[in-house]
């Protein structure tokens, strides 16, 4: 059981480049999350669904977009890549919003040049 | 002001100390309440959700008070497996918010 998995584990991109984060869970839950983590910061949510073909904006959804098309997917995009976006980026699960437990992925190091 | 409010630590004690943590938040709306630990370069896992009434799981209890938006972890009988960052997670409705952390080193 795999449980929540994201592809790349790093990258390094240059200014302006674009990329696009893919997380998957093998858990069937119906909502997803992508969060960044800054030193001093904590976690800031960027964007969540709700279930396939919905998506939602967090609290810094500035500069990446997402899509679900699929249940078990969540796509972090960055359409012009800034080095404000270095950081580590995880994606969550949960089978509900409120009361259930958010399972995260191993996380993404991304830095931008 | 930051919603979540955590001490940064670092806090270091020795095996076998109690140690506590606290942590505020600023949206009374909040409904659910969480510690998670995360380990260094590792995905964040939780530790124990928070109920109004304090719970305890072996070594660690948590407590809440929504009057003064407070939240706390206690652990006894700290082990050397116990190093990690612990974070403080408010739930206002479908979103997290997290705090920054409090790291906790525990020396032999």
């Known amino acids: 059981n795999a449980g929540v998995t994201q592809t790349p584990k790093f990258r390094v991109l240059k200014t302006g480049q674009s990329m696009t984060l893919l997380c998957a869970q093998d858990m069937n839950h119906e909502y997803m999350y992508w969060y960044r983590q800054d030193p001093g910061m904590g976690l800031r949510l960027i964007h969540y669904?709700?279930?396939?073909?919905?998506?939602a904006k967090g609290e810094v959804p500035d500069g990446y977009n997402v899509s679900r098309l699929k249940k078990q997917n969540f796509l972090l995009g960055l359409e012009s890549a800034a080095p404000s976006q270095t950081s580590v980026y995880f994606c969550a699960s949960s089978s509900r919003a409120n009361t259930d437990t958010q399972y995260f992925g191993p996380g993404t190091r991304l830095t931008v040049l | 002001r930051k919603e979540v409010e955590q001490d940064p630590g670092p806090f270091n004690v020795p095996e076998g100390a109690t140690v506590a943590f606290n942590c505020t938040y600023s949206n009374s709306a909040s409904q659910s309440f969480f510690w998670y630990r995360q380990d260094c370069r590792k995905e964040p896992k939780l530790l124990m959700s928070?109920?109004?009434s304090g719970n305890e799981d072996g070594r660690f209890t948590a407590q809440l008070n929504r009057a003064s938006q407070y939240i706390s972890l206690l652990i006894r009988d700290s082990k050397l497996s116990d190093s990690a960052t612990y974070l403080c997670?408010?739930?206002?409705?479908?979103?997290?918010?997290f705090g920054a952390g409090t790291r906790l080193t525990v020396k032999p």
């Open positions: 669904s709700v279930g396939e073909g919905t998506t």
């Open positions: 997670v408010v739930k206002p409705i479908n979103d997290m918010r």
């Open positions: 928070v109920y109004s």
